[in-house]
């Protein structure tokens, strides 16, 4: 059964600080992704990466840093908190052989900055 | 440019009735379409995708969708739902044609099931 797990599973942060999302996957996926959910719209790609030591941008990575320090994990980091950052984060992974991949997600991680 | 659109928020049926998801996405070929389904304080996971051929495409627990290119729609449908069906779901799109593999997300359909 393919695996991604994300930790934590909730956190509270302050406007300004310092924030990082980790994402673990036990799947053997080449392709890792950081999606963000806000309440009533779709999920939306901030970075992705498809080899360790490599990342790249989706459609929204403005005030958000990645990280792939192996092909297991990945992580999300949010510099300077912001309240607009606000919402669910997911981690998922596929082993990308064409481009109609399943994608497998975590559970997901509920961000909240006040 | 390419989108998805499902244009009902919500959704309430009662156990036991039919159901529709409806999908409509946007895209100057012909796309990969997916559905994914969101449980409770759970990642999404995916119901059925539809590459080529068949239009109607199965999916598990015994979800089905039908592709139209005419209509530009990849609707969602189940015979008979059951309680456990409530949930979240969500239609995809990937722009194949181009060699992307991103995936472009409807905003989600919530589904409820009365027992």
């Known amino acids: 059964e393919a695996a991604v797990t994300q930790s934590p599973r909730s956190k509270v942060a302050v406007t300004g600080g310092k924030v990082t999302l980790s994402c673990h996957q036990t799947?053997?996926?080449?392709?890792m992704y950081w999606y963000r959910q806000d309440t009533g719209h779709g999920l939306r790609l901030i970075h992705y990466?498809?080899?360790?030591?490599?990342?790249e941008k989706g459609d929204i990575p403005d005030g958000y840093k990645a990280s792939r320090p192996s092909q297991e994990n990945f992580s999300l980091i949010l510099e300077l908190a912001s309240l607009s950052q606000t919402a669910v984060y997911f981690c998922?992974?596929?082993?990308?052989?064409?481009?109609?991949?399943?994608?497998?997600f975590g559970s997901g991680t509920r961000l909240t900055v006040l | 440019a390419q989108s998805v659109t499902q244009p009902d928020a919500r959704v309430t049926v009662s156990e036991g009735a039919s159901l529709q998801l409806r999908c409509k996405y946007s895209?100057?070929?012909?796309?990969?379409l997916f559905w994914y389904v969101q449980y409770p304080r759970q990642g999404l996971q995916l119901l059925l995708k539809?590459?080529?051929?068949?239009?109607v495409v199965q999916g598990v627990n015994s979800f089905e969708a039908e592709f139209s290119k005419s209509n530009s729609s990849f609707h969602l449908q189940k015979a008979s739902v059951h309680w456990s069906d409530s949930a979240v779901y969500f239609c995809?799109?990937?722009?194949?044609?181009?060699?992307?593999?991103?995936?472009?997300f409807g905003s989600g359909t919530q589904l409820t099931v009365m027992p």
């Open positions: 998922a992974s596929s082993d990308f052989k064409s481009s109609a991949e399943t994608l497998y």
């Open positions: 799947n053997n996926h080449d392709y």
């Open positions: 990466s498809y080899v360790a030591d490599s990342t």
């Open positions: 895209y100057s070929a012909t796309p990969y």
């Open positions: 539809y590459y080529s051929g068949d239009p």
């Open positions: 995809a799109l990937s722009p194949a044609s181009s060699g992307s593999w991103q995936l472009i």
